[in-house]
């Protein structure tokens, strides 16, 4: 099954910290350049290095949470402050051909399509989903986050 995740950083070695995360993820099938932003809400903070990576994965949506979960256990995050800083956030974003609704997931995500620090670099792994993305809602001139590509992770 085709899965995306969206993950973030900007505490400590951010290209590390996301090279770390990718590398520990067996079913990687490819990654996305490197893009940084600047926080989109939560408190004044530095800015972010997002990336999306792509999956062929036989896991459920929630087995992918929980892989989340374990991915920023694994980078030592701290959840202090709601939208605060953080050496690793990762995010559920979209597993083809299944939606989900419950309290704890909501696939796809369902803030995605306003934030270009997630569709840009999500586009540049999957091209081929940029008109179910756009219509989805995704408009870049109106998304939240200038992003900046720096490069390969």
Request: charged share 25%.
């Given at each position: 099954?085709?899965a995306?995740?969206?993950?973030?950083?900007n505490?400590?070695?951010?290209r590390?910290i996301?090279r770390?995360?990718?590398?520990?993820?067996?079913?990687?099938?490819a990654?996305?350049?490197?893009y940084?932003?600047?926080?989109?809400?939560?408190?004044?903070q530095?800015a972010?290095?997002?990336?999306?990576?792509e999956?062929d994965?036989?896991?459920?949506?929630h087995?992918l949470?929980?892989?989340?979960?374990?991915?920023?256990?694994s980078?030592g995050r701290?959840r202090?402050?709601?939208?605060?800083?953080r050496?690793?956030?990762?995010?559920v974003?979209?597993?083809?051909g299944?939606?989900v609704?419950?309290?704890?997931l909501?696939v796809?995500?369902?803030?995605?399509?306003?934030?270009?620090?997630?569709?840009?670099?999500l586009?540049?792994?999957?091209?081929?989903?940029a008109?179910?993305?756009?219509?989805?809602?995704?408009?870049?001139a109106?998304a939240l986050?200038?992003?900046?590509?720096?490069?390969?992770?």
């Open positions: 099954m085709r995306f995740l969206g993950l973030g950083s505490l400590g070695d951010r590390a996301l770390e995360a990718a590398s520990a993820i067996g079913e990687l099938v990654v996305s350049p490197v940084e932003t600047e926080p989109v809400g939560g408190p004044d530095g972010f290095y997002n990336i999306v990576v999956l994965t036989e896991r459920t949506p087995e949470l929980a892989l989340c979960g374990e991915l920023e256990r980078a701290e202090i402050v709601r939208w605060g800083p050496t690793l956030d990762v995010d974003l979209w597993v083809e299944i939606v609704n419950d309290v704890d909501t796809p995500h369902p803030r995605m399509v306003e934030r270009n620090f997630v569709m840009q670099p586009l540049d792994v999957a091209p081929d989903l008109d179910i993305m756009e219509s989805a809602g995704y408009d870049p109106t986050g200038a992003v900046t590509r720096v490069g390969p992770l």
